[in-house]
């Protein structure tokens, strides 16, 4: 059975921190995009930053580069993303999600994803 389980979020204040945690498990975990997506109440969810476990390249939304940095552990099947410096427009739920192939340049579109987990809160107060 295939499961993503995301930990790590929280409330924090603006201009701090977190690290969210995606821990899988029921697939070939090297063989797979691993990303973190983010969805805001009434707005669509957006891709935020994946890392490409076959190679270890990664992509990021513009508005993140600088102060989220995604890694993933392919020993004990996780997947990181630091988040710094965090504002309220990064308030969301997080979603960690796998894809086995994909088109790289769609690595932020949702349909590219297998499997998805099932989301946790990030607040980020001002």
């Known amino acids: 059975e295939v499961q993503l389980v995301e930990s790590g979020g929280g409330l924090v204040q603006a201009g701090g921190s977190l690290r969210l945690s995606c821990s899988a498990s029921?697939?070939?975990?090297?063989?797979?995009?691993i990303a973190w997506f983010r969805q805001a109440p009434g707005k669509e969810r957006q891709g935020v930053s994946c890392?490409?476990?076959?190679?270890?390249?990664?992509n990021y939304r513009n508005s993140v580069k600088g102060r989220f940095t995604i890694s993933s552990d392919n020993a004990k099947n996780t997947v990181a993303l630091q988040m710094n410096s965090l504002s309220p427009e990064d308030t969301a739920v997080y979603y960690c999600?796998?894809?086995?192939?994909?088109?790289?340049?769609?690595?932020?579109?949702?349909?590219?994803?297998?499997?998805w987990g099932q989301g946790i809160q990030v607040t980020v107060s001002s």
């Open positions: 890392i490409h476990n076959i190679d270890g390249t990664t």
């Open positions: 999600a796998a894809a086995r192939t994909m088109y790289r340049n769609y690595w932020f579109k949702v349909w590219e994803y297998d499997y």
């Open positions: 029921g697939f070939a975990f090297g063989n797979y995009t």
